[in-house]
């Protein structure tokens, strides 16, 4: 079992519809999570990150995290097409090297 | 300010053939990090040096080595190529949390 693991997707949304993206994560000692956001051939650009249970909004973005249930999430409202991406997760386990997941494409369709 | 340099940007190999990759900071991070990317399998750690002067394997170390020349540069090397190597590379750096990126080395094996 990989230690965090998305849907691949593809995710299609309408412009200015709501981009919802899930992540769960094996290691119950991961305290840092990411979400990177990487275009067709570029690198990975960091986006947001979250250390606390709860909500944490940043523009158009908000990143939700259960400690408990082990599962980290990324909205995305009004979404655009520039929003068309792979959406990468990463959590930092025990051994403080980032694990990432397999990414979620998504596709905003105008 | 660069941020990270990898070079080169693009390369292929004839299987067997032996191979450098090179990566550079500006930033005084004291963590590096080499990373290769595959269809559907996200990012996974190849190597990683914690500080200059230490190096530690990852997830998938076999068939690299790497070195931390001095606190701005640790290189990746192949010594003999296999088509199973033909990915997209990253390297990253860091202090704390989050990492950075460089633009990817794109490498084929034939």
């Known amino acids: 079992q990989k230690e965090v693991e998305q849907n691949s997707g593809p995710l299609s949304v309408p412009e200015g519809a709501i981009a919802s993206l899930n992540c769960t994560y094996s290691d119950r000692g991961s305290q840092s999570f990411f979400w990177y956001r990487q275009y067709s051939g570029k690198s990975p650009e960091l986006i947001m990150f979250?250390?606390?249970?709860g909500d944490k909004e940043d523009g158009r973005f908000t990143a939700q995290l259960n400690k408990a249930s082990q599962y980290v999430s990324l909205l995305i409202r009004d979404s655009q097409p520039s929003d068309s991406a792979t959406y990468l997760c990463a959590a930092v386990p025990n051994d403080y090297k980032l694990s990432f997941g397999a990414g979620t494409t998504v596709t905003v369709r105008a | 300010n660069a941020g990270v340099t990898q070079t080169p940007k693009f390369q292929v190999l004839k299987t067997g053939q032996s191979m450098t990759l090179q990566c550079a900071q500006d930033?005084?991070?004291?963590?590096m990090y080499w990373y290769r990317q595959d269809p559907g399998m996200g990012l996974r750690l190849i190597y990683y040096?914690?500080?200059?002067?230490?190096?530690d394997k990852g997830e998938v170390p076999n068939g690299y080595n790497v070195s931390r020349l001095n606190k701005r540069e640790f290189s990746l090397r192949l010594e003999s190529a296999a088509p199973s190597q033909t990915s997209v590379y990253f390297c990253a750096s860091n202090s704390n949390q989050p990492q950075h990126f460089g633009d990817g080395t794109r490498l084929s094996i034939l």
């Open positions: 040096s914690a500080s200059e002067g230490t190096t």
């Open positions: 930033m005084n991070h004291n963590s």
């Open positions: 979250i250390y606390s249970n």
